[in-house]
């Protein structure tokens, strides 16, 4: 039923998002399971923290190399292809290369990508943190909140966490007007050139973003991100309730 409710956006006559803007934090980070993840779901807003002068990083969970073998490849080339893509995206902001953790499967890597991602937010001192929406429906992404909780459980001090959206909607409780950077979001998915072959991010994101507009009035927004924030505290109970309520998430 959770699903059901997100996947519908049923809760949009009920919860109504507040505009937000950068800095998001001190210090953000944005968890991508894969590669482009990080640009669909939060690349306005990223680009919005870097054009603010604050601290901003993206960390790559997974090697993105499944499907290798039926395309011809190695697993290696796959990866060394797909961050690369990621690294050209990163470019277009002036941001440093992403962290790429390179774990080919993400459930059985998970203690393992909760270490490195929490030694990654205490080296940065991270106060805000995307990551994909707790219920988004691809099974990495759920496994990506698991790795966050734990290493949020870590943490002493309180850090913001958005989720955002890639293969589902979120529950909205706040939104990001993106239009001084759209062109600058368009410019870093056209760099995602092996995942655009099967489907054109550039355009249905475009789309999404634009569809977002609705939430404010007339003449506010042309393009908007939607995201549920939440306090550290409260999100890892949430994701506890979450996996408890369903099936495991990888």
Not at 10 to 33: C, D, E, H, Q
Not at 95 to 110: C, G, I, Q, T, Y
Request: a negative charge; aromatic letters at 8%; glycine letters at 8%.
């Amino acid at each position: 039923m959770l699903t059901l409710a997100s996947v519908t956006d049923y809760f949009a006559a009920f919860v109504r998002a507040i505009p937000v803007t950068a800095p998001f934090g001190k210090s953000m980070l944005v968890v991508a399971p894969h590669q482009d993840d990080e640009t669909i779901g939060c690349g306005g807003a990223l680009a919005l923290q870097v054009r603010a002068g604050s601290a901003a990083a993206v960390v790559i969970l997974q090697d993105g190399a499944d499907g290798c073998e039926e395309l011809g490849m190695t697993r290696e080339v796959l990866n060394n292809l797909r961050n690369e893509e990621s690294r050209r995206a990163a470019e277009v902001l002036g941001l440093p290369e992403p962290l790429f953790l390179n774990h080919a499967r993400l459930a059985d890597s998970a203690v393992r990508a909760s270490e490195q991602l929490y030694d990654i937010i205490a080296e940065r001192r991270v106060d805000a943190v995307f990551v994909p929406f707790v219920l988004d429906a691809h099974p990495d992404h759920r496994t990506a909140n698991d790795i966050l909780a734990q290493a949020l459980k870590r943490v002493p001090w309180n850090v913001r966490v958005f989720g955002y959206e890639v293969w589902g909607l979120c529950v909205p409780n706040v939104l990001t007007i993106i239009d001084s950077v759209m062109e600058e979001k368009l410019r870093m998915l056209a760099c995602f050139t092996f995942a655009n072959q099967a489907i054109d991010y550039v355009h249905s994101t475009k789309g999404l973003n634009m569809y977002h507009s609705r939430m404010l009035g007339a003449g506010e927004c042309r393009y908007a991100e939607r995201f549920f924030e939440i306090p550290r505290a409260e999100y890892i109970d949430l994701v506890g309730r979450v996996r408890r309520g369903g099936p495991a998430a990888g």
